[in-house]
């Protein structure tokens, strides 16, 4: 995949991460000029239709949401290469680490880091709860942690479609058993309580470094979560303050009425450690009701059979004792006995004549699977009667029920329900940012066709692409409905007349361009003899020129006098006459030069031909000795 180029616009760079579900890469995004994350589906996944329409809704519903703590999702895809087809997810580039990582790294984490990354993350699932959204998957491989120390959640959304399309996969995809709720190890209903399950397993792990179930396979682990309790945090870390302990033992309960009832609950009890406001060590010992109170439950029977057999060895060895004792203790025997009797009695009385009232709970917009499930386990009947078509309710959800939410009603009483068949609407895709080639395609795709098409001046979005689309994303329209387009044209061009900015420094150049609307292109320094350096000597357009705005304007300034090199050697012309007295002179010259003197002219002169006239060369302050006749004559130039 490296090299690819996907919605001809993510350029795959580097891949940076693989999981069970899905590879993921570093990109390019070449409109924005930004780097993003790119999930991509593993092939599996591509051949589900069901899965990847639920995929795609869930993958949208997921973009919606809007928190620091939450991975921003920009655009969700597909596209073909090599034959193969590609589904992907756009998300936030996010330069770090996941917490498993840093857990690895470090052993466990400190009680405030501990602290610090259970608040995010809670406060992210809050978010999402807020809009009916459950991650369903949380763990420490989708939290992701920058440099500077931010929580990022991710994956919201995904693990919904998973668990709802592909239930024979789940374990294999997901591998997340390790941090599952005991109704999702049993294939039963979840909720937003499951969520806050996993994340007490979480923070258990993000504080001992251990997470507190294990085991050979994913069957016993997912078994240990239904079956077994942990081994409490402060016996593996003595340093962990119990409050902090009474947390997780709520978050991990196996029932999820005994858990939090919601995370806003939970946020504001590890708020409370954070700032050191309440001491929930306290409210455990005060409190029956509250997270630091596990009641373990008492088997009647077992107590009875270790009760009997307590009795029995104290009358062995108390058999030699008195006559009045042995009728004290049996008297005593004879009264438990039937205070366990009358108590036996009146349980199984009570069972005959009680009436078992249950409390209806409302099951529309519900999975059916997720309704059936929730139904049967508070012992009544689901019973589907009909299926329909809805704009309302996606294909699978409960669109009526036979009984209303909170009506009281008897064990096994029968629940009727209506199942959606789907809608005949189709979800407007976003094409926002597009080129009206890319956005007719998209809409294609979705059974949907392009408008009217409409040009709007934008500073901010390129030119061709699209500013807006109405009707707005994730609404709902017929198939074979218009979808309006707004496309950029671009700055709005304005007519300008070229300032004269020549003998302008650099920068007084620039503010006179700017203001004008017009934009500096190139500025090319040349050097100058008379004229200071970064001063303006030249503009690719004479001044008064009409011009558009946006026009690059090119400079050129000085860059003062030229240097001239140290090791160039100049001419310098020098005249010779040769002896008045002599039909022929022998004139010698010697360069003194760095140190070194060198003979540089050596030749016989006769008075017939006249002066003679000669380049030396040499390098800036080179001096030249002359001889006539082997006589020294002067030096040249000469010194001052």
């Known amino acids: 995949m490296i090299g690819a180029i996907l919605g001809n616009r993510y350029e795959i760079i580097e891949k940076v991460g693989e999981g069970g579900m899905a590879k993921v890469y570093k990109a390019k995004c070449h409109l924005l000029n930004r780097y993003v994350a790119i999930k991509i589906l593993r092939d599996e996944f591509t051949n589900d239709e069901q899965f990847i329409g639920k995929f795609r809704r869930e993958s949208q519903a997921a973009a919606s949401l809007s928190h620091p703590s939450i991975l921003n999702i920009y655009d969700v895809g597909v596209d073909e290469i090599d034959n193969n087809i590609i589904h992907y997810i756009v998300m936030e580039f996010i330069d770090g680490k996941t917490l498993k990582e840093l857990i690895k790294e470090n052993g466990k984490l400190t009680i405030e880091k501990t ?12 978010n999402a709860h807020k809009n009916r959204i459950i991650h369903r998957d949380i763990k420490p491989h989708n939290i992701m942690i920058t440099k500077e120390d931010r929580v990022k959640v991710t994956d919201f959304g995904i693990a919904r479609a998973v668990t709802s399309s592909t239930v024979t996969t789940t374990s294999n995809v997901l591998g997340s058993v390790h941090y599952f709720s005991p109704e999702q190890a049993r294939g039963g209903y979840t909720d937003e309580k499951s969520d806050i399950y996993s994340l007490g397993i979480v923070i258990y792990e993000m504080a001992t470094g251990k997470v507190p179930y294990d085991g050979e396979s994913p069957i016993s682990v997912a078994l240990k979560h239904i079956q077994e309790d942990i081994i409490a945090p402060s016996q593996i870390d003595d340093t962990i303050p119990k409050n902090l302990e009474a947390i997780i033992v709520k978050c991990i309960q196996k029932r999820q009425s005994d858990r939090y009832n919601n995370v806003s609950d939970l946020i504001i009890d590890l708020k409370a450690i954070d700032n050191d406001l309440i001491s929930l060590n306290s409210a455990q010992e005060n409190d029956m009701e509250s997270a630091t109170k596990i009641i373990p439950t008492i088997d009647i029977k077992e107590e009875i059979e270790v009760n009997s057999k307590s009795e ?47 409390k209806v709970p409302d099951i529309r917009g519900m999975q059916e699977e997720d309704a059936k499930e929730l139904i049967e386990s508070l012992d009544l009947t689901f019973r589907v009667i009909d299926t329909a078509k809805s704009n309302e309710f996606l294909i699978g959800q409960v669109i009526t029920q036979s009984v209303e939410p909170d009506t009281i009603v008897k064990s096994g009483y029968p629940i009727d329900v209506t199942i959606s068949e789907g ?21 294609t795709e979705y059974g949907l066709k392009v408008g009217t098409i409409d040009p709007k001046f934008s500073d901010t979005v390129a030119k061709g692409l699209v500013i807006e689309q109405k009707p707005s994303p994730s609404e709902e329209l017929a198939p074979g409905s218009r979808v309006n387009l707004v496309i950029s044209e671009g700055p709005e061009i304005i007519n300008v007349s070229m300032p004269d900015v020549v003998n302008k420094t650099i920068e007084e150049a620039k503010a006179i361009i700017k203001s004008e609307g017009l934009v500096v292109g190139e500025v ?35 860059s003062g006098p030229p240097e001239v090199p140290t090791d160039v050697e100049i001419p310098t012309p020098i005249t010779l006459t040769p002896l008045p007295d002599k039909e022929e002179t022998n004139i010698r010259i010697i360069r003194v030069q760095d140190g070194e003197q060198t003979e540089v002219f050596n030749k016989n002169l006769k008075l017939s031909d006249g002066a003679y006239t000669h380049i030396l060369y040499g390098k800036e302050g080179a001096q030249y000795d002359v001889f006539y006749d082997g006589i020294f004559q002067g030096r040249y130039p000469p010194e001052n």
Do not use: M
Not at 433 to 440: D, S, V
Not at 541 to 554: H, Q
């Open 115 to 126: 602290i610090s990354y259970s608040i995010q993350i809670a406060e992210a699932l809050q």
């Open 312 to 358: 029995k060895r104290k009358v062995h060895s108390n058999k030699k004792k008195s006559k009045g004792g042995g009728v004290v203790f049996l008297g005593i025997l004879l009264a438990f006995i039937l205070v366990t009797g009358l108590f036996f009695g009146y349980g199984k009385l009570k069972k005959a004549l009680a009436v078992d009232e249950i």
């Open 423 to 443: 809608s005949d609407l189709l979800i407007v895709p976003s094409v926002q940012n597009r080129t009206l080639e890319e956005a007719e395609k998209i809409l």
């Open 524 to 558: 090319t320094p040349q050097p100058s003899e008379n004229i200071e350096k970064d001063i303006v000597t030249w503009q690719s357009y004479i001044a008064g020129t009409t011009l558009e705005s946006g026009t690059y304007v090119d400079l050129y300034i000085s």
